[in-house]
Every structure is written in C-alpha cells, then in structure tokens.
C-alpha cells in the first residue's frame, strides 16, 4: 500500500504530520503559488489544490494531501515577511489585536478527483508588543519565511496571548481535521493510536 504524498517540504507540515505516526512521504511541489480567490479560505484551497495537483502530475495514482497557510489581519492577507521593514510592519499590525488564520488543506485520491478540502480557521490574540520586543524578535531571525511573520510554535509563543481554535492549524496543519478527513474518505482504516483531542 502506497504511503500518503505530503505535497510540501514545510518541516512544521512534516513535523505535525509525524506525531500522528501515519506513514507518508514528503515531496516538495513546484506549484507557483498565485492564487485568484479574494476569500482568504477558498485561496488557501486554491493554494493547497494546486500544490497537490502539481505533486499528482509528477507522481500518479496515490493519495496527496496539499496545504497552504495564511494570516488574516483585517482585510489583509499576511504572507512571509519580503524583508525586516516588511517585518516590522506586520508585527506592528498584529500587535494588542486578533487575527485569523485559516490553513487549506486538500485531499486528492489515487485517480485525481478531490476527496475531501477544509480550510479551519482559528483566531489568534496578539499581546501588545513594544519596539524593542519587535526588534528583538526580528533580531532571532524567526520571522522570516513565517506567514506573518511569527511562528507560534517557536519564539514567537511569547507575542500569542490567546489562540480560540485548532493550534495545530496556526502551526500548518489541522491534524484532528485532517485525521477526521483521512478517516472519512478511507485513505486511512482508522485513527493511529488514540483519537487526538479536537484542538490538537
């Protein structure tokens, strides 16, 4: 039986999807990654279909999971920090308020067709930040290549005040979620172990 495809290189992706103790493979997509979807969740499935279907072009016949990440600080969608100004500026914007972030994953089968696609959204609480705490994050170099410029499973976990949803989703990859998913659609027999707990 062939392992699931993880289409994405993301060691967070590889990370989280190794705790659930499934066997999977981790192929890299070359997808170019410019959506046309205004909604930040149905562009998080656009990203995450695509990536999938370029892995599934090069691959075949296996099941491949596709996952894209996005910040949403009002009505706008925060990608990975262009350099420290644009890191700057993104911290300043999340800081003292809430934002969301909603993680596309999609789920194709062995012939092609979209088994399943979700894209949860959780919200995050950002405390208030001061300069010198946004230069000193900056100055670990964390923020860099992180949608928003934190990653709230490393340094960044000091600036979160609150999260209201799936963490692992804010990391990027709803595990319960996915697990659910994997279950409903037989690409899997049963949940590994234990059924995690729905904030997973």
Request: no cysteine; hydrophobic share 45%; proline share 6%.
């Amino acid at each position: 039986e062939r392992p699931l495809i993880l289409a994405s290189a993301s060691p967070r992706r590889i990370a989280l999807l190794r705790r659930t103790m499934l066997p999977f493979e981790s192929v890299p997509s070359r997808y170019d990654e410019n959506g046309h979807a205004s909604d930040p969740a149905d562009l998080a499935l656009e990203l995450a279909a695509g990536k999938a279907e370029e892995v599934r072009s090069r691959l075949g016949a296996n099941w491949i999971l596709g996952a894209d990440t996005l910040v949403v600080a009002g009505d706008e969608i925060l990608g990975k920090p262009a350099g420290r100004q644009d890191a700057e500026r993104m911290l300043r914007l999340l800081s003292g308020k809430e934002h969301f972030v909603t993680t596309g994953f999609v789920l194709m089968d062995p012939s092609g067709r979209t088994a399943h696609q979700e894209a949860p959204i959780t919200r995050v609480k950002v405390k208030t930040l001061s300069e010198m705490e946004i230069a000193a994050y900056i100055a670990t170099g964390e923020p860099f290549g992180k949608a928003g410029a934190y990653a709230v499973q490393g340094i960044g976990t000091f600036i979160v005040e609150e999260i209201s949803g799936s963490y692992t989703n804010v990391v990027g990859l709803p595990v319960f979620h996915l697990l659910k998913a994997l279950v409903a659609t037989r690409a899997i027999e049963g949940f590994p172990l234990q059924p995690p707990t729905a904030t997973l």
